[in-house]
């Protein structure tokens, strides 16, 4: 039984005590949950439902509790209910009833963990956003690690995502880029203001061999595609691709700031004063006034923002999700007035996630390596050093405002203290012992000949346990916008995999014949790989078969 069909028991049972007693089944929810307690001893899952509905019904919660757990032990597969504190429900679950969930997991596959709970949502999702004015530096991965896991999660609760990147191609930052080159291609020094690094002349001297005559607009125009090009290439080899690469050029090109500007006036939100015009977010809580463009009529950063805004929302998305770099935090108010100044409701439109920094570390001293890019760690330094699964890996394991080190000696080292070998290894195992076990003449059998109820061990009954967690855990690390929750539930499966796998053989030894239990256990041993595999496709690491 899984957790969610225990929990289905569960309001089943809470249903039937109401009709029993004539209590208004308005205070019964629609869906409940039921949770693993903390000692063991307590039973596989426990359930509070008697302590929320206690007080709507007027109840006292033990008696409710003790309703709920008769009609709850009637329930096959369930071998006791019991009443802890003031109407905690502890349950027990029998041997095969717990056992069956590995016939679930295998059964299921690649959807085992996947849920319903986000559908009807449409969100967009942007980040990285980095200037197409260099490299793709080490915060950058991080977003992109990060981002993606986050969209694959989303999708596996069954949000309808798009994934973007913002173009900074307009602005002047682009120009001093474009100076930048033209300086370079010139062989003149680079403008103080400027960018440096040896991708800078790389990129001036492929311009000027393509176009010999190019001015200052070419070299602008025509590195920044090369850039997006670089950019997008590292972001692919990353394994992060977006649905949308949105140019800060097209708002200006299609007429969307003046849509913007007209829509806010119409709001009531816009003023003019010194010559500029000003929207009034400090009615909505920022903590000064924006300019949108200023008096020499050129239109800010901030009406770029007001307009991207308004397009993704009228590109029909209900929530906005954005996935920024520690340096923003002051982006978060000036954005929520902002969409407050459009109508929205800030709290059901609008989500600034803010990041910290992270460091590339060797013998616990930060490395700066890129010689492209100068003092900058680059996505390319970083896959260099440790690979693209552990680099994806070591990134999406730490929640968004934990800085970060990533150690390369411990990222690159095949033992246990590294995380994401620990956890491919389980994957690598359960491939090997399947396929070992083919060899002998060993396999799963036909789904109804499974005897669940012989996986009474301890450590299977952990592991099956463990199992059972995963769809709660995904559904948990969706809504929380916490992807590093399933990194986390993969290195503590991992451990109950291993406990399972020295406690109790799967294959036959010397001539022992192939049994019931061997066939169980292989149930048990694929399921696990499932999950594994699972949970890293959702983090963008792959699941080996052998390492």
């Known amino acids: 039984m899984t957790p969610a069909k225990l929990a289905e028991a569960v309001l089943a049972a809470a249903h039937a005590l109401f009709s029993e007693r004539g209590l208004d089944p308005a205070a019964l929810p629609a869906s409940t949950t039921v949770e693993r307690p903390r000692n063991p001893e307590h039973g596989d899952y426990a359930s509070t439902i008697a302590l929320q509905l206690a007080k709507k019904v007027g109840v006292q919660p033990r008696d409710l509790a003790s309703g709920i757990?008769?009609?709850?032990?009637?329930?096959?597969?369930?071998?006791?209910?019991?009443?802890?504190?003031?109407?905690f429900l502890n349950i027990s679950l029998d041997t095969a009833s717990a056992g069956q969930l590995a016939r679930v997991v295998v059964q299921t596959g690649q959807g085992y963990g996947h849920s319903d709970r986000l559908a009807g949502q449409r969100i967009n999702l942007e980040f990285v956003s980095a200037n197409p004015t260099g490299p793709v530096h080490i915060g950058g991965a991080r977003w992109a690690a990060l981002g993606d896991a986050l969209a694959r999660l989303l999708r596996a609760t069954g949000a309808d995502v798009g994934t973007e990147y913002y173009v900074n191609d307009?602005?002047?930052?682009?120009?001093?880029?474009?100076?930048?080159?033209?300086?370079?291609?010139e062989g003149r020094p680079v403008p103080e203001d400027g960018y440096a690094g040896a991708y800078i002349q790389e990129i001036a001297d492929e311009i000027k061999k393509e176009h010999p005559d190019a001015d200052e607009a070419t070299f602008r125009v025509e590195g920044v595609a090369k850039m997006l090009r670089e950019i997008r290439a590292s972001l692919a080899e990353f394994g992060v691709p977006f649905d949308l690469f949105f140019r800060e050029s097209h708002l200006h090109e299609s007429g969307e700031l003046d849509t913007a500007l007209a829509r806010l006036r119409d709001q009531g939100h816009v003023y003019d004063a010194d010559g500029a015009i000003w929207l009034r977010t400090t009615d909505f809580g920022d903590d000064k006034d924006r300019v949108l463009r200023k008096s020499d009529g050129e239109w800010t950063y901030f009406a770029a923002d007001c307009a991207y805004y308004l397009d993704k929302r009228e590109r029909?998305?209900?929530?906005?999700?954005?996935?920024?770099g520690a340096d923003h935090h002051g982006y978060i108010g000036r954005m929520r007035a902002m969409a407050a100044c459009f109508g929205d409701d800030p709290e059901r439109s609008l989500e600034i996630r803010i990041g910290q920094l992270v460091h590339l570390v060797k013998d616990g001293e930060p490395l700066r390596m890129s010689k492209r890019a100068g003092t900058v760690v680059t996505i390319e330094d970083l896959v260099e050093s440790i690979g693209v699964d552990a680099a994806r890996y070591a990134l999406a394991r730490f929640s968004f405002d934990s800085p970060i080190d990533i150690d390369v000696d411990l990222w690159t080292r095949s033992t246990r203290d590294n995380p994401v070998y620990y956890v491919q290894y389980v994957a690598a195992r359960t491939a090997s012992v399947a396929r070992n076990a083919a060899e002998v003449g060993l396999t799963r059998g036909e789904a109804d000949d499974f005897r669940p109820e012989l996986l009474g061990h301890e450590k299977e009954q952990d592991l099956l346990k463990a199992l059972g967690d995963y769809p709660a855990i995904v559904a948990a690390a969706a809504e929380l916008r916490e992807p590093h929750r399933v990194a986390r539930y993969l290195e503590?499966?991992?451990?109950?995999?291993?406990?399972?796998?020295?406690?109790?053989?799967?294959?036959?030894?010397?001539?022992?014949?192939?049994?019931?239990?061997?066939?169980?256990?292989?149930?048990?041993?694929?399921?696990?790989?499932?999950?594994?595999?699972?949970?890293?496709?959702?983090?963008?690491?792959?699941?080996?078969?052998r390492m």
């Open 69 to 87: 757990a008769d009609h709850l032990g009637r329930t096959p597969g369930v071998k006791s209910v019991d009443i802890a504190g003031p109407g």
């Open 316 to 324: 029909g998305f209900d929530r906005l999700v954005m996935l920024l």
């Open 492 to 545: 503590e499966l991992a451990g109950s995999y291993h406990r399972f796998y020295d406690n109790c053989r799967i294959l036959p030894m010397g001539d022992e014949p192939i049994g019931d239990l061997h066939r169980a256990r292989l149930w048990l041993n694929d399921a696990t790989r499932t999950v594994i595999a699972n949970g890293l496709d959702l983090l963008g690491v792959s699941a080996p078969e």
């Open 170 to 185: 307009a602005g002047a930052q682009i120009d001093r880029f474009g100076r930048s080159l033209f300086a370079a291609a």
